[in-house]
């Protein structure tokens, strides 16, 4: 272990080094009316949204909005075609979060009439509560708004954050709960809707939505899109930029700015085998057109699986196609999640963990099982180091009723990785022709549809566990899902190319003689992952500048090794890494990638100084999701304030607390 003063030195030298690098709202003709308290949440009700689907549900939304890149907000309208489901109900309750809402209005006789509306103080992580009073249950219902400048679902970027550095771009990142930052909305899971939308913008940047994008369209300013599927709040997704389209194929493409897409169609040439292999599995795509949009590198995810167009990082494309398994994820979606679609945050497992698995079978198909497995032991072993510092109620793959998460639980590795392994588990004991059966029924059953883990349930049992008896027990069933940790049944996977990799670097850390090249240099990345994730630590200075002179991690621009490697340079006291990682961090937005590194450097004092300052430099080209994330993460390593003695705070003597200082 490098002693503390070394790496205290180092990151006072790379601080050193980092220093001295709107439309008026329109005249309001509703009336306000006092905003009720928001109901205490029902077992079976979304806790993450105000909705009450059960009264009354979107059906299908109409949005006419300007899009103004100086004032950075979206404008105009969203009509709702309204499905009134309870006869005592009169109001139509929608989340929003930090929007302005100038009037409201509903349909009747053919006219427009006033309604009257209130917008409830805003709750910490849900947004506003708007509440429509409709008295004569309008058909429907149109709301006039404009979205923040910061809402938390949308990123505007100026021309210098883009690659081409010739147009500003903007796009939306709606889950889990932000497509209420700019549109108001039902903005659950549950309630699914149809959708159209015309966008006006300047008339030098094309416009996308998840919805029906022409790849012939031109610019022109303005834009117009239909979604006749039903999807879910959460898949709406709208882009703007300097965006060119090439093909694939005849029914899918690739989206980018001018000096990206080219490299992007070749990193994702195998895009229409993997359509053609998940449907031989499971059954038609049925969304028409697959098209993947890649986004600058602030994206805060890897991907999104908007229905027809999937948001893709930038980070993926590495020229070697070793990470494609991403696209091999969001496609997978469009069966897993899109089409069959978790009904709240507590049931993320049935999106995420559904499509890693499916992921995994597409990977197998066209790469091959050693490829595959490679795969699934890199996921698990990371969740199998984590899972134990979670708590308990957050390790169940289902939440059980009363237990409060946060929205964003939803996408921990409990629902991705222990969520497939389930799946793999049900594969391995019933055989694969007989699960591959019950999965393809599973999405045509309840396709378009948003469920819970109790009919996913009641489903297996009808139609996997009652019809093949005695090879599951209910036992196991309940710990896989509702049980903390990893079930004892869990399948273990092996991976030969691993062991080597295993092997390879035990000999190193033994007799400092790195693998001989004609073994690394066949590495994947895969094998590069495991390598750093076996290492100590904390390594010498030696030892760092050996790998580092022969595998060149330093500035590697395969950001999965990146997010491994700058966390060990911090901990050993590498300097030399230093300036390249905090470009990375001033450079890369998604979270997976950079907030190890940002977790790494808040253990000491000096680190912590260190991020404090490039995350100043980075925060301005950072998604407000990312933002948040890396915010969290510095005001937690910050110390509290020193208590105060109360004899003194009552006299006045003695240090007070400081105003506003964060909490850990």
Not at 8 to 33: I, K, N
Not at 355 to 370: A, C, H
């Amino acid at each position: 272990m490098r002693p503390f003063r070394s790496i205290a030195c180092a990151l006072s030298l790379a601080a050193l080094a980092l220093a001295g690098c709107s439309r008026e709202p329109s005249p309001d003709t509703s009336t306000p009316v006092p905003a009720k308290e928001a109901p205490v949440a029902a077992a079976d009700r979304d806790e993450h949204s105000f909705a009450e689907p059960t009264r009354v549900v979107i059906d299908d939304l109409a949005l006419d909005l300007d899009l103004d890149f100086d004032s950075r907000t979206l404008a105009g309208t969203a009509t709702y075609t309204l499905e009134w489901k309870d006869e005592a109900a009169n109001e139509l309750v929608l989340d929003t979060r930090d929007i302005t809402i100038e009037r409201v209005e509903g349909e009747a006789n053919s006219q427009w009439q006033p309604l009257q509306f209130a917008l409830a103080d805003a709750h910490a992580s849900l947004g506003s509560r708007l509440v429509v009073q409709a008295p004569e249950r309008n058909a429907k219902i149109r709301v006039t708004y404009r979205t923040a400048p910061g809402a938390s679902g949308l990123q505007w970027l100026t021309p210098e954050m883009t690659e081409g550095k010739q147009l500003p771009f903007m796009f939306s990142q709606s889950q889990q709960i932000h497509a209420r930052s700019w549109v108001p909305l039902q903005d659950t899971p549950a309630v699914r809707y149809t959708y159209s939308a015309t966008i006006r913008t300047r008339p030098d940047v094309m416009v996308l939505m998840s919805a029906d994008n022409d790849p012939a369209a031109q610019r022109d300013g303005e834009y117009s899109f239909r979604m006749p599927q039903r999807i879910p709040s959460y898949l709406m997704a709208i882009a703007a930029g300097d965006l060119v389209f090439q093909p694939i194929s005849q029914r899918s493409g690739v989206w980018a700015e001018p000096s990206m897409v080219e490299r992007a169609v070749a990193e994702f040439a195998d895009t229409e085998k993997m359509i053609a292999t998940t449907e031989a599995l499971y059954g038609p795509y049925r969304w028409e057109r697959y098209d993947l949009l890649v986004l600058p590198p602030s994206f805060p995810f890897g991907g999104m699986e908007n229905p027809r167009l999937s948001f893709i990082t930038p980070t993926v494309i590495v020229g070697d196609r070793s990470l494609v398994s991403l696209i091999a994820h969001e496609l997978a979606h469009s069966w897993s999640g899109n089409l069959v679609t978790f009904a709240s945050a507590k049931h993320g497992w049935l999106n995420e963990g559904m499509t890693s698995y499916v992921e995994n079978r597409i990977v197998e198909s066209l790469y091959g099982k050693e490829f595959s497995d490679m795969e699934y032991v890199i996921a698990r072993d990371a969740l199998k180091a984590g899972i134990g510092d979670m708590p308990e109620a957050t390790q169940a793959l289902a939440v059980k009723p009363g237990t409060e998460l946060d929205a964003d639980d939803a996408l921990s590795a409990v629902s991705y990785d222990k969520g497939a392994w389930f799946l793999q588990f049900l594969e391995q004991r019933f055989g694969r022709e007989v699960f591959d059966a019950f999965l393809r029924g599973y999405f045509d059953h309840f396709a378009f549809q948003s469920i819970t883990t109790e009919q996913f349930l009641e489903y297996a049992r009808e139609h996997l566990f009652n019809a093949h008896p005695d090879t599951v027990t209910e036992a196991e069933i309940q710990e896989w899902l509702y049980a903390p940790g990893i079930p004892a049944s869990a399948p273990q996977v092996l991976s030969p190319k691993l062991g080597l990799v295993d092997s390879a670097r035990l000999a190193w850390l033994g007799s400092a003689q790195l693998p001989p090249q004609q073994l690394t240099s066949e590495w994947t990345t895969q094998e590069w992952i495991h390598f750093l994730e076996g290492l100590p630590q904390t390594l010498n200075q030696e030892q760092m500048a050996q790998l580092d002179t022969a595998y060149r991690f330093t500035g590697t621009p395969n950001g999965e090794l990146a997010m491994r490697w700058y966390p060990l340079a911090v901990r050993s006291g590498y300097m030399l890494a230093f300036e390249p990682m905090t470009q990375f961090l001033q450079t890369v937005g998604r979270r997976k990638l950079i907030l190890p590194i940002y977790t790494a450097l808040v253990q000491t004092p000096e680190g912590l100084a260190l991020a404090t300052q490039v995350f100043e430099r980075a925060r301005p080209g950072s998604h407000p999701i990312t933002a948040a994330s890396v915010q969290r993460i510095l005001d937690e390593a910050k110390p509290k304030p020193a208590p105060v003695d109360p004899a003194q705070a009552t006299t006045g003597l003695g240090k007070q607390p400081v105003s506003g200082a964060p909490a850990r």
